[in-house]
């Protein structure tokens, strides 16, 4: 009785979208994939074959950061076709609809695509007074989260928000705003964490649900390797300063314009997983380093109460640093509650994505 | 008397709800809810005094830089520094790049969406419209969203990204941009009067800022018909729709005084009483947060001396927002607001009579754009690559302080304590706090409430597009409104 449905292909030209640009976009999605040589081939075979998949994005206890990385994208091209592709079939920011007619789409889109479509998330959920520091529609926004996420396929954690609190639930975190995996326990998850994730990270990881149906490889603690499998340090274009021992000692001082080493005014990019100096930020312009600050560590877990974000940090050695993001999230995942929740976030990714389960970091 | 519920709103920042009595077609009564609250004024305290630089921007990602800015100020003035030129000048370029960001966002994202409603089909200039401004597939976004990334590139090369940049310190930045960087943010802020002058306003620049009164504004719609322009699309349909009787506002106008970069503000700071004309000088010390009708407990108090505690099933409230007042009164602060007290002779006209209203909050806002992006190509070319962009700003182990700042939205205030090196107290207004703030104690509504009465909304109810209007004409930020 349905109708064949649409394929991304389809949409991205009825809205106007030329073949050319679409090749383009194939080839830039690749490329951010790491997919390699045949890659865009590969994408562009899938976006013209697979049903579209929709995507609902949902806004919680946030700054709506995510958002406006999102749209920001550095590709206009990417943005177009990304918007066009998800289409965003509900997001409160950009819609048209106002009102119970809004809410109306939200449930007209989940029962229509009951099981198929991926839910994106920025922001939390706050359990304190039964959900009452954030209400959606006259209702907690707890409540209508876990009842998108039940009819979903997959679940985006956008920023880090969903991914694991962020600064609202620094002490004494008075909503007691949780990540979406402390609510949504039988669903896969990836978290895109950062504050705000970067444009070409969102893009790229939406780019690739969408296009293959499946999540990409995940590390242990849920993110997609291909953009957090490396500390900012290690690609840091002042690492070379570090590993000379020289180093900024105030704002704007001689060292400073030489682009010395940040660490002794509390960068954090030796402890955090990201592509902030790789991608870098606003179209590759500059990033938190890049402007003389150090990095706060705004995609780790935690980032929020682990003393001054102008304290040094003192748990790391100068040479050999020889921890992965698994290790060190392993060590995080400390309590057995915590360890728990991680094992069944693992456990439910790996069914969909297929991933070897013998060697979860290769 | 029927009582409707309007909410969720749909492109606004954070969740907005909104309770109106209607009788014989109009509304009779409005009350304002902001149901979001994270609590940043509990978490800031007992944090190092500087770490509430990392902290505040996350209260809001479309206005960091304006978090940042008020948050550098209240340091600065605990700490008594001053910062040297560059340091201000690089300040308030990033943050005329993000004011200009959120509104021309505001324009095409979120406002002029209102008017490819349904209920508009029939108007001469409807089809277009649409064509232009409908919600994720009108032609306006994919001309507005490369063109607002690319200013943004501003605070990229100033500050490392946006939003949530890191490099507003209480001393300057802590970026010393170069000659080449310099250039860049030449071509960059070239690159933004180029958008600004074919598409915004399809005029230069100086012709848009030299606007003097409603009259010029009416040469200048009908001049532009011929070649285009959404400015001048949105004045014509404003005439059609008489927009400058909607959403009307008697309240006094606020503004702190804005870009203060390079000492003397560039919009000057004032109070602007609309039934004498004059404007008088802002008394902070007159400002109080009344908690009646909010989920807080507390009394009356200066954000000096006041707290936030949650108080989630207090009676008779019916939101997380505190209610502003100055000297017991309540302000509209904002765009408009800013280019009244700075004395813009167009703005001063479009309130004169019947006082403000959608047509001049969305005129102040635009012709804002064109003298701030003016301003900024001045304040480029006055950096000095070779001199300091930063001073060092000693640690304070006890002090009191305010940072008050201008945001997009408005008048935006931060108050810091200080203890044995501690924050012992934090409190914020933010701008959308006093534009959307509840009754008070005396039970008098705040500025949206007050200019929604009287809205006709027909046989619509809570459809009725004059609603979405009038609340959109503030640029509601909601999650900075009870943060």
């Avoid at chain 1, 291909?226 to 000379?244: E, L, N, V």
């Avoid at chain 2, 492109?11 to 009779?28: I, K, N, Q, S």
């Avoid at chain 2, 349904?118 to 009108?138: D, L, M, N, Q, S």
Wanted: hydrophobic share 45%.
């Amino acid at each position: 009785m349905d109708a064949p449905r649409e394929t991304f292909y389809d949409v991205i030209r009825r809205q106007g979208i030329s073949r050319r640009s679409f090749v383009k976009f194939c080839s830039l999605t690749a490329a951010s994939l790491g997919l390699g040589a045949s890659g865009a081939t590969t994408v562009a075979n899938a976006l013209e074959t697979k049903p579209r998949i929709p995507v609902i994005w949902m806004h919680g206890l946030e700054c709506t950061c995510c958002s406006e990385s999102f749209i920001r994208s550095a590709h206009p091209l990417v943005k177009d076709v990304v918007l066009s592709m998800i289409s965003l079939d509900y997001d409160d920011t950009i819609m048209a609809a106002a009102g119970h007619q809004a809410d109306a789409i939200l449930q007209e889109t989940r029962q229509k695509h009951k099981g198929q479509y991926i839910l994106a998330v920025e922001g939390n959920p706050p359990l304190n007074e039964n959900g009452m520091y954030c209400i959606d529609g006259g209702r907690p926004f707890v409540e209508k989260l876990v009842e998108m996420a039940d009819d979903s396929l997959a679940v985006i954690a956008w920023g880090a928000c969903a991914s694991w609190g962020c600064v609202q639930a620094a002490k004494p975190n008075p909503t007691q705003a949780v990540p979406i995996d402390k609510v949504i326990r039988n669903k896969p998850i990836i978290k895109v964490p950062g504050c705000p994730p970067i444009a070409e990270v969102m893009t790229g990881v939406v780019g690739y649900v969408v296009t293959f149906g499946r999540l990409p490889e995940l590390d242990r603690q849920g993110r997609p390797k291909m953009f957090y499998s490396q500390r900012i340090h290690d690609k840091c274009y002042r690492r070379p300063h570090f590993d000379a021992g020289q180093f900024v000692e105030e704002w704007d001082d001689e060292g400073a314009r030489k682009g010395y080493c940040l660490y002794k005014m509390g960068c954090k990019g030796p402890t955090t997983y990201n592509a902030c100096s790789t991608t870098r930020w606003n179209g590759g312009v500059s990033f938190p380093i890049q402007s003389g600050h150090g990095c706060i560590g705004c995609s780790e877990d935690g980032f929020w109460d682990k003393g001054s974000f102008y304290d040094r940090l003192t748990n790391i050695s100068a040479f050999g640093i020889e921890a992965n993001a698994d290790q060190i999230g392993m060590v995080a995942a400390g309590t057995v509650a915590a360890g728990l929740a991680v094992h069944a976030g693992v456990t439910a990714v790996r069914k969909l994505s297929g991933r070897d389960d013998h060697h979860p970091h290769a | 008397m029927t009582r409707l519920v309007v909410g969720p709103f749909n492109r606004v920042e954070g969740d907005l709800e909104l309770t109106l009595d209607v009788a014989d077609g109009a509304v009779a009564a409005a009350r304002v809810s902001a149901p979001l609250f994270r609590g940043f004024e509990r978490i800031l305290v007992g944090r190092p005094p500087e770490d509430a630089l990392a902290i505040v921007p996350r209260i809001c990602g479309i206005c960091s830089v304006s978090q940042s800015m008020a948050a550098a100020a209240a340091l600065r003035a605990a700490m008594g520094v001053t910062p040297p030129p560059n340091g201000g000048l690089a300040a308030d370029l990033a943050h005329a790049a993000e004011n200009i960001a959120d509104h021309l966002s505001h324009f095409y994202l979120f406002f002029m969406p209102d008017f490819c409603r349904a209920e508009y089909a029939g108007r001469p200039w409807f089809e277009a419209i649409t064509a232009r401004f409908k919600a994720v597939e009108g032609s306006a976004a994919g001309d507005l969203l490369p063109a607002r990334a690319r200013l943004l590139h501003v605070v990229g090369i100033l500050a490392g990204k946006w939003p949530h940049a890191l490099a507003f310190r209480p001393g300057g930045t802590t970026r010393a941009v170069d000659l080449g960087e310099t250039m860049r943010l030449v071509a960059t802020v070239a690159q933004l009067r180029r958008f600004l002058e074919r598409t915004l306003f399809a005029a230069p620049l100086d012709a848009v800022a030299a606007l003097a009164d409603p009259a010029a504004l009416n040469a200048f719609a009908e001049a532009s018909s011929s070649r285009g322009g959404d400015f001048a699309a949105f004045l014509r349909i404003a005439g059609d729709l008489d927009l400058q009787s909607l959403g009307r506002g008697t309240t006094a106008l606020m503004s702190y005084g804005a870009y203060r970069g390079g000492g003397e503000p560039l919009f000057r700071a004032g109070v602007f009483d609309p039934a004498t004309g004059e404007v008088r000088p802002v008394a902070g010390a007159d400002i109080r947060e009344d908690t009646s009708s909010a989920w807080l407990a507390g009394g009356p108090a200066h954000p000096a001396e006041a707290d936030t505690h949650p108080a989630p099933d207090k009676p008779g409230a019916y939101g997380w927002s505190k209610a502003p007042r100055l000297a017991g009164e309540p302000v509209e602060v904002g765009a408009l607001a800013r280019q009244v007290v700075d004395g813009l002779p167009l703005a001063r006209a479009l309130i004169d009579g019947g006082g403000s209203n959608v047509l001049a909050r969305v005129v102040a806002r635009l012709v804002e754009v064109a003298r701030v992006a003016l301003a900024m190509e001045r304040w480029v070319g006055a950096l000095d690559p070779g001199q300091p962009f930063s001073t060092a700003a000693p640690p304070v182990s006890d002090a009191a302080a305010d940072g008050l700042v201008e945001a997009a939205r408005g008048s935006l205030g931060h108050w810091i304590t200080i203890q044995d090196g501690e924050i012992a107290r934090y409190q914020i207004i933010s701008p959308t706090t006093w534009n959307f703030s509840p009754r008070d104690s005396a039970g008098v509504p705040g500025p949206l409430e007050q200019a929604l009465v009287g809205t006709a909304v027909g046989e619509r109810g809570a459809g009725a597009a004059a609603i979405q209007h009038v609340v959109r004409s503030f640029d509601p930020c909601m999650v900075c409104t009870a943060h």
